[in-house]
């Protein structure tokens, strides 16, 4: 069986209440499933706020962190970039978007 999970990844500590977040987003889900009539048990979800979140130095990187983090869960990955790193990633993501192709991580 699938791991039915949130995640709450906040590149910005303490500019959010992690879970007051984690119950509007476990709360959305409930209304989006009532809305299109299909089965939901909230009870069947984790939610788990990650503690291990490189943290951006500004306040206008975060598509960037947002992108590397789901990045990084879709490979079950550890964290293991910085705000030193952003740069470089930014201009990796547009090549691999002009270009059609991932890079290797």
Same mark, same amino acid.
């Given at each position: 069986?699938?791991?039915?999970?949130? &995640?709450?990844?906040?590149?910005?500590?303490?500019?959010?209440?992690? !879970?007051?977040?984690?119950?509007?987003?476990?709360?959305?889900?409930?209304?989006?499933?009532?809305?299109?009539?299909? =089965?939901?048990?909230?009870? &069947?979800?984790?939610?788990?706020?990650?503690?291990?979140?490189?943290?951006?130095?500004?306040?206008?990187?975060?598509?960037?962190?947002?992108?590397?983090?789901?990045?990084?869960?879709?490979?079950?990955? !550890?964290?293991?970039?910085?705000? =030193? !790193?952003?740069?470089?990633?930014?201009?990796?993501?547009?090549?691999?978007?002009?270009? =059609?192709?991932?890079? &290797?991580?």
């Amino acid at each position: 069986m699938i791991e039915q999970k949130i &995640e709450y990844y906040d590149s910005m500590a303490g500019y959010s209440d992690s !879970d007051q977040c984690l119950r509007l987003l476990l709360d959305y889900l409930v209304k989006e499933a009532e809305n299109k009539k299909k =089965a939901f048990n909230p009870k &069947e979800w984790s939610t788990v706020f990650r503690q291990d979140c490189p943290q951006q130095k500004n306040g206008y990187d975060c598509g960037v962190f947002s992108c590397l983090f789901a990045e990084y869960a879709s490979r079950q990955a !550890d964290l293991t970039f910085t705000q =030193a !790193d952003i740069n470089y990633y930014r201009k990796r993501m547009v090549w691999e978007i002009c270009n =059609a192709n991932m890079l &290797e991580s």
